[in-house]
């Protein structure tokens, strides 16, 4: 009996011995508390989302496509491209408590799940004590606390998570050396390692990329130091299924980024060269880039100076061990390797497919929070009781002095538009808000398009542009303009679904206050239109409708990439299925051979 109650109490002692994490997150919260919100540059975006996505929840579509809000309430298909994780989640917890303490709680449990995952890897090669206290120093680094208050990506905060978990699973080797290749390849860590990729890339798609190349790199150093194929094998399995399960959001997002203006997500301002290490720029239209820049670069240099310091600390106090190299070397080779990207001279390897997208150099520093948290904690001797009491206090000091200037340097202060009660009273206003440049349908100039326009408007010329520029040069409608011959009422009109019955006396046009898009499927009178529709510059669907009394309806439609994508994560879910089996049976004694053949 005794035995038993040990066995059920060890995960209860090692959940109570990680209260410094919780602690940790709970003052990195402590602006919130201070000063309420902070409106960093990504907020609005992620308020809308998360109210995008109850509202279609509540019309009973469960995976979105599309946000009618943004562009003034014509929409954009952002759903289909910006991973879905992030905005399930924010709306969950916008559904579970009051909407404005949805993003603190957010950051909260995203800096817990990071201190955890970053004490989980520790513990690989650190004492039980320095894990922890790697995990209590995750949650309150410089970066992320940048992400959550300056930033607001929540996304990006969350991706996080994945960075210390990819490094456990790809290094970790169960097996004792002699084992055959499969069998260490295999040893129970590939089939986490898989659902660790396909996160990453369906929470954050920067940090997606950011942690494939990670996976490769990873898996080479371990493979060199190991004089095995292993890790390779490991990692290129797991990724290959990874990234089949995570299909159903990458192939919709690559396949359909030729209808939307996408290159706009590189423009001045938002491309690697932009961005180096301090860079300044002559140009007026950079001096808000180059501010935050400024910020940027200082927290990676604090970061760099942290990790390097502990590394240094580490190895005088000798807590890397040589039998456990496998895991802290890599660790310790990011130190140069993300320095290195940031400088011009790294400008080959920013050529390499995908990496252009991260847009700014420094968010390699999502990655190199990992080796600081547990450097730091390593160059701390923990071996005493008196020991950790001393450093309990002073890391409690230290990460509330540093939570203090997070809420001095760090946090934006929210207008009052933009607080969260008031993005709530907009969206149910339905006035709609500003798009996102790199979601306009391809040739559609944002700037262009009026705000104040009704859900339809009948016209004679599908090109005729709708409103007209307002005292301060955004373009307006209103009725007294005479641009529309009539303003029919939807008889429905639900984010993707949409309908329309009116009269009229003579051909003409029925334009929408709808963005153009191929998922759409448009019929009249029961009846496809005919392609192609004309192409207006301000984006908007224009339908040739008859004269007399024609029913309209558009609604989104499951294209061929989409079907193609779902059977490849079909596909993916039963390869992963039969590696959890192999490696299940492996684990318990019997050989990858063997299990092939059973499986056979």
Request: glycine share 6%; net charge positive.
């Amino acid at each position: 009996m005794s035995a038993s109650i040990r066995k059920l109490g060890a995960p209860l002692a090692k959940t109570a011995a990680a209260w410094p994490i919780v602690a940790g997150a709970a003052i990195a919260s402590f602006p919130r508390f201070l000063r309420g919100l902070s409106c960093g540059h990504d907020f609005d975006f992620h308020l809308v989302s998360w109210l995008e996505v109850r509202r279609s929840w509540q019309q009973g579509v469960l995976y979105p496509h599309w946000a009618q809000s943004p562009n003034w309430g014509a929409g954009e298909p952002r759903f289909v491209f910006y991973p879905p994780i992030s905005w399930v989640l924010g709306t969950a917890l916008s559904m579970l408590t009051a909407f404005e303490w949805a993003p603190t709680l957010f950051i909260f449990l995203g800096l817990i799940a990071s201190g955890l995952a970053t004490r989980a890897l520790a513990r690989r090669f650190l004492p039980p004590a320095n894990a922890t206290l790697a995990g209590a120093i995750a949650t309150c680094l410089p970066y992320p606390l940048f992400t959550a208050y300056e930033r607001g990506a929540f996304a990006e905060l969350a991706a996080a998570i994945f960075v210390p978990l990819l490094l456990l699973y790809t290094l970790r080797s169960r097996p004792a050396p002699s084992a055959s290749t499969l069998h260490q390849a295999f040893d129970g860590s590939a089939t986490p390692l898989a659902l660790i990729i396909a996160a990453a890339w369906l929470t954050n798609a920067p940090a997606g990329v950011m942690l494939s190349y990670l996976l490769a790199l990873t898996a080479l150093i371990a493979a060199v130091h190991a004089r095995s194929w292993w890790p390779i094998l490991r990692a290129s399995v797991s990724v290959a299924i990874g990234l089949g399960l995570a299909a159903i959001y990458l192939v919709p997002a690559a396949w359909q980024q030729r209808w939307i203006a996408i290159a706009q997500a590189t423009g001045v301002g938002m491309r690697v060269q932009d961005s180096w290490l301090f860079a300044r720029h002559a140009s007026p239209d950079l001096e808000y880039h180059d501010q935050v820049l400024l910020t940027a670069s200082i927290v990676f240099v604090t970061t760099l100076a942290l990790a390097a310091l502990g590394l240094l600390a580490a190895r005088l106090h000798r807590m890397l061990a040589r039998e456990s190299r496998i895991f802290w070397l890599p660790l310790a080779l990011l130190i140069p390797l993300i320095l290195l990207l940031q400088f011009p001279i790294s400008t080959p390897v920013w050529m390499l497919p995908q990496l252009s997208f991260l847009q700014f150099p420094w968010r390699w520093l999502m990655v190199l929070g990992t080796p600081a948290a547990i450097f730091l904690a390593a160059g701390v001797p923990l071996f005493t009781t008196r020991a950790r009491r001393i450093t309990g206090v002073a890391a409690a000091i230290c990460l509330l002095a540093v939570s203090s200037a997070a809420a001095l340097f760090f946090f934006q202060a929210c207008d009052e538009e933009d607080k969260t009660l008031n993005q709530v009273r907009i969206f149910q206003a339905e006035t709609g808000v500003e798009g996102t440049d790199e979601y306009a349908p391809t040739g559609a100039d944002n700037s262009i398009l009026a705000s104040g326009l009704p859900f339809s408007c009948l016209v004679t010329d599908p090109l005729a542009p709708l409103g007209q520029p307002g005292p301060d040069q955004i373009i307006l409608w209103s009725p007294d303009q005479n641009s529309c011959l009539q303003t029919p009422t939807p008889t429905l009109w639900k984010t993707e679904d949409k309908r329309f019955s009116l009269h009229t006396d003579a051909p003409g046009y029925l334009v929408l206050r709808l963005r153009r898009y191929p998922a759409w499927r448009i019929t009249v009178n029961d009846r496809p239109v005919a392609a192609p529709l004309p192409t207006r510059a301000d984006g908007l669907l224009a339908i040739p409708v008859p004269a007399g009394n024609p029913t309209l309806r558009v609604r989104w439609s499951v294209t061929t990439d989409v079907l193609w994508a779902r059977g490849l994560t079909t596909l993916s879910i039963l390869m992963l299925s039969l590696l959890w089996l192999w490696e299940r049976r492996a684990s318990r004694g019997a050989t990858p051979s063997a299990v092939a053949s059973r499986l056979s």
